[in-house]
């Protein structure tokens, strides 16, 4: 390697041209300002007409489980064959139907896991479950 002279010409480029980069992008530029108002006026579409009548909203019944173990359904307490029953014949009858659990905080997962089977049993799809503010200390 004693013989071989290295030049500055040989010496790769480290420098890129951004000039072209800069060029195109200043066009795309200029051409989403030109075409920006064109995409923000409304599109007129003729919609098609439908008869179906409109959605309606879910029934939802409340389920209360207290401490003392008692059930009640909007308010009324009821026994289990007796709650189980109920919602057998509203979910038969109202198939979007949704059932909010309000089950006291204290009481064993196992209670309130017994009752969302209940709830399953009787055919109710929706299951949701009351919950509440959690208290700030002072």
């Given at each position: 390697?004693?013989?071989?002279?290295?030049?500055?010409?040989?010496?790769?480029?480290?420098?890129?041209?951004?000039?072209?980069?800069?060029?195109?992008?200043?066009?795309?530029?200029?051409?989403?300002?030109?075409?920006?108002?064109?995409?923000?006026?409304?599109l007129r579409v003729d919609l098609p007409k439908?008869?179906?009548?409109?959605?309606?909203?879910?029934?939802?019944?409340?389920?209360?489980?207290?401490?003392?173990?008692?059930?009640?359904?909007?308010?009324?307490?009821?026994?289990?064959?007796?709650?189980?029953?109920?919602?057998?014949?509203?979910?038969?009858?109202?198939?979007?139907?949704?059932?909010?659990?309000?089950?006291?905080?204290?009481?064993?997962?196992?209670?309130?896991?017994?009752?969302?089977?209940?709830?399953?049993?009787?055919?109710?799809?929706?299951?949701?479950?009351?919950?509440?503010?959690?208290?700030?200390?002072?």
């Open positions: 390697m004693a013989g071989v002279q290295m030049s500055d010409s040989d010496q790769p480029l480290s420098e890129i041209n951004v000039t072209p980069l800069v060029d195109v992008m200043l066009v795309l530029l200029v051409i989403f300002i030109l075409l920006a108002p064109m995409f923000a006026q409304a439908v008869s179906a009548p409109p959605s309606q909203e879910p029934k939802v019944v409340d389920i209360e489980l207290n401490l003392a173990g008692q059930m009640s359904l909007n308010g009324q307490l009821m026994s289990t064959a007796a709650l189980q029953q109920n919602l057998q014949t509203r979910a038969a009858a109202e198939p979007t139907l949704v059932v909010r659990l309000n089950a006291d905080a204290q009481l064993p997962y196992a209670q309130v896991a017994e009752l969302m089977g209940l709830v399953r049993a009787s055919g109710v799809q929706r299951l949701a479950f009351a919950t509440g503010k959690p208290q700030t200390a002072p």
